[in-house]
C-alpha cells in the first residue's frame, strides 16, 4: 500500500464499513428480492392478453330467471346510451352477434369433431391484432378468428381425454384448419369458410370475427340482423380500478367478463411489490447516508493529513482516492452480496412457481437496478468525499 | 510558467485593519520579491510573519490589498492552479512542519519528492547526511526532537523544482553549526534553480548570504 492510503486510511472503522455493507446489502436485497419475485410471479395473474387492451372491460347482464323467462338480457338503446354518458367511459361499443348459424368442423386424419358455434364482433380498433391478421375480404374464404382460451382448455381438458384425441397447443391449434358453415335459420343458404385462429383471449369469452365479415355474413344470412340489441358491450375506461364502475355495473346488475379475480390478485401483487419496494428503497437510502456519515467521519479524523497533503502540492483527486476506493469496495461488495442473495431467494421459490404455472422472468433488470443503485450510491459518496478534500484546502482561521 | 517575482501591494492582515501598526517594510507597503534574491524578514512574535506565508502559498485570504504573481492577482487563482504552483514554483516550510508523525523520516521526504520526482535518492541521503539526520532515516518523525524534525521538513522543502522558496522560522531549534549547514543546502539549491529565499525569523535567522533585510 502506498504512503497515501496508510497514511489516509488511518481511523478507518472496519465495524461502520461493514455497518454499511449489511445494511446496504439488506436494502438492496430486499428491492431486488421484491423485483424480480414480481417479475416472475405476474405471468400468473397476467398472462398477456395481447388482443384487448386491460383498460377494455366487457359487460352484459346478469342472467338471472327474470330474463330467462322475458325479460331481455340484451342492452336497449337507451341502456347503451346511459353507458356511454357514464364520466369513465371513453367509448364503448356494442358486440354484434352472428344473426344465423355456425357448424364448425375439426378433422385431423380423419378423426374430428363437429360442433354448433356462434360468432361476435366487435370494432377493429378494439382488437389489438396486427391489421394484416386481423382483416378480411369479401371473396375471400378464410375468417380469422379469436377464440376464448377456455375453450381450448375445454377441448383439451375435456373433449380430447375423453375422446382419445391428442392435446393440442396454442400454436398446433392454429395450424389445423377448421372447416366452417354458416347457413341460414332455414337451412336454405350456406356458405363454407375456412377458420384460421388469429390468438386466444383470456378475457373474451366469445369467438371474434372482424367487423366486416360479421356484416357482410349478417347482410347475406340473415334480414333483421341490424335490429337485434346486443348483449354485450365492450368498453374504454378511463381507468380499470375506478369505484365508480363497480358500484354503476352493480346497480344496474350488469357484470364484467372475464377473470377479475386475476386483475385483482394481480392489483394485490403489485400493490404488496410496491410496498417492499419501497421499504427497501428507504433501506438502500438510509445506508447511503450511513457510507456517506462513516467516510465523512473518517475524513473529519483525517481533516489536518488531509490539509498537510494538499499543502505539499497533491492534487485533490488523488488525496481523494483512497476515500473513493473504499467507497466503491464497499458498494460494490454490497451489491454483489445482494445479488448472489436474491439469486439464492429465487432458487427457493422458482420450482414451487413454475409449479403454479408462472413463465419466469428475465434477470436482467434486477442486475440494471442493482447497478444503477449502486452507481447511484457510488456517486453521491465521490461526491461527497471530493467536496471534504476541497473543504480541507484552507484550514479557515 | 515561471514566477519572476511577488508584489505586495498595499497588503495587510485583517486583523491588523483596525489596529496602529508600526511602521514596516511588508504590511501596507508596496513591495516586489525577486527571483534569484535572498530575504530576510524580521520581526516580534504576533507580526505576521506565518500570515504572509500562508498568503503567499494560498492557504489563507484574510489580507486586505492584493497579492500578485508576475502581476496576475493570486485572488483569482482556483484550487487546481495552487495545486500546480504548489508543486513547481513556490516551496514553502511551514512553522508548525507538518510532518506526518507516524511516518519516518525517509517515507516524509519521500511523500513530496516522489509527487516532484526532483531529487534523487543518493541526492536526498547527501542532505541528510550533511545536516545529520542520516541516523534518523527510519525513525518516525512524531518520536524525534524537534531540531531532528526541522532538519527533515528543510530537506522536504527542497525536494521539488521552485521560483521561491518560503521558510518560516526554519532553523529556530537548531543550533548555529546546522543553522549554516542548513542554510548552505538551501542557498545552493535555490543558486542552482536560479530561485530566491523568503526566510522569516523571530532571532534565530537562517545564516544567509548578504540577505535583503525587511521587518515586519
Wanted: aromatic share 8%; charged share 20%.
Amino acid at each position: 500500500m502506498n504512503i497515501i492510503s496508510r497514511l489516509l486510511k488511518k481511523n478507518i472503522s472496519p465495524a461502520r464499513i461493514a455497518g454499511f455493507i449489511l445494511s446496504n446489502f439488506i436494502g438492496l436485497a430486499i428491492v431486488l428480492g421484491g423485483l424480480i419475485f414480481y417479475l416472475d410471479a405476474r405471468s400468473i395473474w397476467e398472462s398477456e392478453d395481447s388482443f384487448i387492451r386491460s383498460d377494455f372491460l366487457v359487460i352484459n347482464k346478469k342472467v338471472t330467471s327474470g330474463n330467462t323467462f322475458g325479460a331481455s338480457s340484451s342492452f336497449s338503446p337507451q341502456e347503451v346510451k346511459e353507458v356511454m354518458d357514464q364520466p369513465w367511459v371513453r367509448k364503448a361499443a356494442p358486440f354484434t352477434a352472428s344473426a344465423y348459424r355456425v357448424r364448425g368442423a375439426l378433422n385431423q386424419n380423419g378423426r374430428g369433431m363437429s360442433t354448433a358455434m356462434f360468432f361476435e364482433s366487435i370494432p377493429d380498433e378494439y382488437v389489438d391484432v396486427p391489421k394484416a391478421q386481423w382483416s378480411w375480404q369479401e371473396g375471400s374464404d378464410e375468417v380469422p378468428l379469436i377464440i376464448s382460451k377456455d375453450y381450448l382448455t375445454l377441448y383439451n381438458f375435456g373433449f380430447a381425454t375423453a375422446a382419445g384425441l391428442p392435446k393440442m397447443s396454442e400454436g398446433l391449434m392454429s395450424g389445423i384448419p377448421l372447416d366452417i358453415t354458416i347457413y341460414n335459420e332455414d337451412n336454405s343458404k350456406a356458405i363454407q369458410l375456412h377458420g384460421r385462429v388469429a390468438g386466444y383471449s383470456n378475457r373474451l369469452n366469445t369467438i371474434l370475427v372482424p367487423q366486416n365479415f360479421m356484416d357482410w355474413s349478417n347482410g347475406q344470412l340473415s334480414a333483421d340482423a341490424a335490429t337485434s340489441d346486443p348483449s354485450r358491450l365492450i368498453i374504454d375506461v378511463n381507468s380499470p380500478g375506478d369505484v365508480a364502475i363497480n358500484e354503476f355495473l352493480d346497480s344496474h346488475d350488469y357484470e364484467v367478463a372475464g377473470d377479475k379475480t386475476a386483475a385483482s390478485a394481480s392489483f394485490l401483487l403489485k400493490l404488496v411489490v410496491g410496498i417492499v419496494l419501497a421499504i427497501g428503497a428507504i433501506i438502500t437510502l438510509l445506508s447511503l447516508f450511513i457510507l456517506m456519515l462513516s467516510v465523512s467521519l473518517l475524513m473529519e479524523k483525517n481533516r489536518e493529513k488531509l490539509h498537510s497533503l494538499l499543502m505539499l502540492g497533491y492534487p485533490l483527486k488523488t488525496v481523494g482516492a483512497p476515500y473513493n476506493k473504499i467507497v466503491i469496495a464497499a458498494s460494490v461488495g454490497a451489491c454483489v452480496l445482494a445479488l448472489a442473495g436474491t439469486l439464492c431467494l429465487r432458487s427457493i421459490y422458482l420450482e414451487p412457481l413454475r409449479g403454479l404455472g408462472a413463465e419466469t422472468g428475465s434477470f436482467l433488470p434486477v442486475v440494471v437496478v442493482a447497478l444503477l443503485l449502486t452507481a447511484i450510491i457510488i456517486v453521491f459518496n465521490c461526491v461527497a468525499v471530493s467536496r471534504k478534500v476541497k473543504g480541507s484546502w484552507r484550514i479557515s482561521k | 510558467m515561471r514566477i519572476d517575482e511577488i508584489k505586495l501591494e498595499h497588503t495587510l492582515p485583517r486583523v491588523f485593519v483596525s489596529e496602529k501598526i508600526p511602521a514596516s517594510d511588508v504590511w501596507q507597503a508596496s513591495l516586489t520579491l525577486r527571483r534569484g534574491q535572498h530575504y530576510l524578514i524580521e520581526a516580534a512574535s504576533g507580526g505576521g510573519k506565518s500570515s504572509l506565508c500562508a498568503y503567499i502559498f494560498g492557504s489563507r485570504t484574510d489580507y486586505e490589498g492584493k497579492i500578485l504573481f508576475n502581476n496576475e492577482d493570486i485572488a483569482s487563482f482556483g484550487i487546481d492552479r495552487w495545486q500546480v504552483i504548489r508543486r513547481s514554483n513556490i516551496a514553502y516550510l511551514p512553522q508548525e512542519l507538518s510532518l506526518f508523525p507516524e511516518l519516518t523520516a525517509w517515507e516524509n521526504i519521500q511523500l513530496k519528492n516522489r509527487l516532484t520526482s526532483h531529487a534523487t535518492d543518493e541526492r536526498i541521503e547527501e542532505w541528510m547526511d550533511r545536516i545529520g539526520i542520516s541516523f534518523r532515516r527510519d525513525y518516525p518523525c512524531g518520536r524525534m526532537s524537534i531540531g531532528q524534525q526541522q532538519r527533515v521538513a528543510i530537506i522536504r522543502s527542497i525536494c521539488q523544482p521552485f521560483d521561491f522558496i518560503l521558510l518560516d522560522e526554519p532553523v529556530s531549534h537548531l543550533d548555529e553549526e546546522n543553522n549554516r549547514i542548513a542554510a548552505s543546502i538551501i542557498s545552493e539549491e535555490a543558486a542552482r534553480q536560479g530561485a530566491a529565499i523568503v526566510s522569516t525569523s523571530v532571532g534565530n535567522p537562517l545564516i544567509l548570504n548578504s540577505p535583503i533585510r525587511l521587518s515586519l
